[in-house]
């Protein structure tokens, strides 16, 4: 029994089921997890290790190396890239991308047991070595706490931490993360001159300090029946036993600690991370959604939390938002609501103009239907509502409805034959049936690519197959079953009969097909050179690799020289802020000192801590403002910054490179890296679309060394640790102890009182102390004193020294432009034996998506041509089909041209997915063919005929394909597959319905009896 004849006899149960599914629908649009872009699992670690004191190389060689020759040894590396810092080494981990996210944690698992293996081979005192696996979470609620001008750092602390527990327990918060909060300490400031007046020596203070903190195990009394515990603490309950500590000095005398130093609670100075909201001191609160749930939910009850708790938040302190996922998401939705209207109210219209009323309708409802079941297993199989499969079910609109045209347009035609109804609708549905199941398999197929690439740029796509998959194997099952059903209610039966391609249309359409098959090899002629002179344009069109987001956001990256304080970037990254908030059409602008803020967006750069990095964030009124406004903020600082290199930034939806192009030189030496890379920028400034040239190494630093003596320092009892601890009284303070108060921990340290006007010119006059108490100067134990420049980041690829010469895009320019002029004047470089040269950046990216692409893409054309033989049970057939193929291009060409769109990839994307439209469309004309010689046609007549009787469901197909995606051309992510597809099936089903006839002829050497 055929399902069309099962369904139409047994109408009750399809109508139980349409229903069941209609109303699970319905209720998985609610219930499915709204997120604002596809995810991509960031497959990468960040392992941490703190060496105090050490060089740059010495944490290269005694740190990096030693952690990485361990990591080598596990197997699914992708790549390890490092930084070595004086007292830092970080290095990144990334793995081949071929493992699923539920996999990651065996694999990070495996990475920390590697690491601690390494951990006992480090020098005494580096580490403990610190593994973070949660480098990709995205926080995507952001706020900030600002305060005004005068509030106390403390209070403004206090409330951050405030909120962040009231919003912990919230169903659905995962991460709540504070950032830019400053932490607290217990500052001891002594004048070392006064104190050694005194016959007090700084080591008497670190010594009383730390002998009276300490929590040690008093032990218990036993007396009889009941034991006695005995509390020896004697750690500090309040800053006033600091205060009131006895120092006693060298020659007997006893002071109190509070009448020789000052001891208050304070900051850490200098600080590790700042942040500002608009020219007030912040801190950020940045909160992450539960994997799997609806953020709009999630966002809704911490947005409801944060009402309430503004009522509790003192005057001077404000809450503001900086970025909101959960609304973006909730605008999609929206946004999704309103093109799906649109979408079908398109196809409606079209359908209504070509084939009436009642088939429209009865098409209509079958979209319906397969839109809102498709939803039901996005729900099964967890996938979420986001940008890629709201573009999925938009871009699958038009194709949803094709099997059901086909089946409405047989049944017409066979009712205008005189056929019954009911027996009208069972051929319609049951002849074309397996055609139609292999030209769906097929239009499946063209999109495997997406499903089977590892890369993480096609991680963000990968949705769109499984959405796209779902759907059209529905629109299938529901052309079988609810087109019939309906059809039996909703159509009419003709009142007159006949031929129905008995009109001055189809008699045009039919000479022009015996013509050009008649004169086929001029008309090939023709096709060749239409498509020569299509390819040939096509080289005026631009290429891109992934294209912007538009967001009433913009960001930059603005640095300083390497050398930096933290407090001068803070300050100096004003000048840009107030540009900016003078701008009118700018609504706020945070900043981030010292390194990037959370990643509140899933495809950010993220930086180490870096303290001559601001980060800014400039919101704006409305999207179409953000280029402008940047533009001007750029022009801003080549003018009047020109000592700091600011990167402006707009938003992608993809993995997100640390520069637009990179070039990356390995080797031993670093002069020799060095010079290459000058050599490099050199040539790269007479490039007119590329800007802020420079390298990851950054700018060498001034280092100031004290060469020690060993005979003097012996004499006079002072050691290179005493010389250490006297340059660490200037700066930051020598941390003696802890103070701890209920929660919190805050360490003692001990500072010079005049360290903020200390003469740095004069730094020879620095008291050094001994144990013994005796204070001499720095002159007095060296023999001279070293000043020079020196590396501060030492960058490291696979264990292999690297620097990477970046530079970014000039805005209204395309990266693969850019890099056609840049890349054959590096690569021309003569690069000493022992080095290498290979691209980073954009240009990496691109060629690993389009590897990542490329590589399924055989398993899908041996299975599309698989099932193509099976239909037709030879070679021609499928020939004469694949044939046409070639004349995507053209309509690729058009729609790039006509809509302004560059081709990158997503256009290839669309590409991949015209193919199995064009393919399945053929489908449809050449069984048709077959269908009429079972009617008693000759070949010849057989292919006129179903040339006539294929024009109005391939036409339809493609017209409601095309103007279906009409609402996704503007979309900035999708905008350039939404063109490829619409000019390529528009080219396409001219190819079809002309061109295949005249192909088809050849392959079997037709002609007119």
Sequence with gaps: MSIAKYSIENKKVIHFFLVVLLVAGIQSFFNLGKQEDAPFTIKQVIITTEYPGATQWEVEELVTEVIEKELQNVGYLKQ??????????????EIVPNYDPDQLQQKWDEIRRRVRDAEINLPEGAGPININDNFGDVLGMYYALKAEEGVDPSILRDYAIYIQKNLKPLKGVAKVVLYGEQNPVIDVEISQTKLANLGVSPN???KTIERHNKIVQGGTFNSGRT?????????????????????????GQQFRLKDIASVKQGFQDPADVLMRVSGK????????????????ETGEKVDAKLDELKATIPVGLELVGLYHED????????????????SVVIVVLILMFAMGVRPSLLIGSSLVFAIVTTLVFMEQIGLTLNRTTLAAIIIAMGMLVDNAIVVADNAINTMKKGEKKKDALIKGASIPQWGLFGATFIAIFSFLPLAMATDDTAETIQPLFYVLSISLLLSWVFALTQTVVYGDFILKEPKETGDPYDNVFFKSFKRLIEKLIQHRWLSLGGVVLVFTGFVMWGNTVKQSFFPFVSKPLFKVDYWLPADTPIDFTYEDSKKLENFLLAQEEVEKVSITVGSTPPRYYLASVSWSSTRNLASFLVEVKDPSMSNEVMERAQQFAQDSLPHAISVFQLFKAAPTPKADIEACFTGPDPEVLRALAEEAKERIAHVQTAKNIRDNWREKTPIWKPIYS??????????KEHIATATRMLREGVQVGEYRERDKRMPILVKEISRKNYD???????PVFSDEGKMVTLDQIVDDYEYKYEEDWIWRYNRQRMIAVQCDVVLGYESPEVENEIVPLIEAMELPEGYTLFWDGLKRYQQQSNEAISAPLPVAAVLMLGVLIILFKGFRKPLAIIAILPLIWVGIILGMKVFGQTIGFMAILGLLGLVGMVIKNAIVLVEQIEIEMENGLNEYDALIMAALSRTIPVSMAAATTILGMAPIITDPLFGGMAAA?????FAATIATLVVLPIFYAIFFNLKKA
Excluded: H, Y
């Excluded at 390890?80 to 981990?93: H, M, N, P, T």
């Excluded at 597809?981 to 099936?985: E, R, T, V, Y």
């Design 281 to 296: 001191p912040a801190i950020g609160i940045a909160v992450s959604n539960e994997a799997g749930l609806n953020i709009v």
């Design 327 to 342: 609304q973006v998401a909730q605008e999609a939705n929206m946004d999704f609501i309103d093109n799906l209207v649109m």
């Design 710 to 719: 060993e005979e003097k320092g012996r004499r006079l009892g002072v050691t």
């Design 981 to 985: 597809i619409m000019g390529g099936l």
């Design 760 to 766: 740095n010119s004069n730094l020879g006059t620095m």
């Design 227 to 251: 034991s006695l515990k005995v509390d020896a603490t004697n750690s500090f309950s309040s800053i006033e036993d600091i205060q009131d500590l006895i120092i006693k000095g060298k020659n």
């Design 204 to 206: 008497d203070v670190f």
């Design 80 to 93: 390890i890239k490092s930084e070595s810092r004086r007292g830092l080494s970080q290095i990144d981990v």
